[in-house]
């Protein structure tokens, strides 16, 4: 268990997660983002939550995967992948900020900042020089809390998913430059 602070913590998610993992996100999920699927985001949960693909997840050597806990109840996950690189970003150290999702009754408590804070220290004490990720271009609120944040926009892609509503398929890739520990 890592402590964020006195009622956030992350728990590493073992294959035998799989499951609660699984229902965590069957609830998360579609209070965020169910408008955008055709239907309801059924296939997303069931395609990137499953057993399968969550083992596949687990065994990327340099990923980590958590359970986001707040006030010791599951309300998240939070995973990152070291080395990834942003096509078209200079060649630094960088650091992919793959997942991070929050059940919707706890925003507004800085969980997410925390999170991000955490992460951003962890890097620069390994000597990673800038984090990444995508962000949904029709979830604004997601969109405003990273450019608050301090990240900026790079460049975009667009998601394949048939099932996904065509108009909001687009991602914007984002970066946060970080600079060096001062002590």
């Known amino acids: 268990m890592i402590t964020i602070s006195e009622n956030i913590q992350l728990k590493p998610i073992l294959a035998s997660d799989s499951e609660t993992l699984f229902r965590l ?57 070291w080395d990834e690189k942003l096509v078209g970003l200079s060649e630094e150290k960088q650091l992919k900020l793959h997942r991070i999702y929050l059940h919707q009754k706890t925003q507004g408590k800085g969980i997410g900042k925390m999170l991000l804070f955490w992460l951003e220290e962890k890097a620069k004490q390994k000597g990673y020089k800038i984090i990444w990720l995508d962000t949904m271009d029709e979830q604004p609120q997601a969109f405003e809390f990273y450019k608050k944040m301090g990240y900026t926009y790079h460049s975009h892609t667009f998601l394949p998913f048939d099932l996904l509503h065509k108009e909001v398929r687009k991602m914007s890739q984002v970066f946060k430059k970080l600079d060096e520990i001062t002590h």
């Open 25 to 81: 996100m069957k609830e998360v999920y579609p209070l965020a983002y169910s408008h955008f699927w055709v239907d309801k985001g059924d296939w997303y949960v069931k395609s990137q939550y499953s057993k399968e693909n969550i083992l596949k997840e687990l065994s990327i050597e340099k990923a980590a995967y958590f359970f986001v806990l707040y006030n010791d109840e599951i309300i998240g996950n939070f995973r990152f992948v």
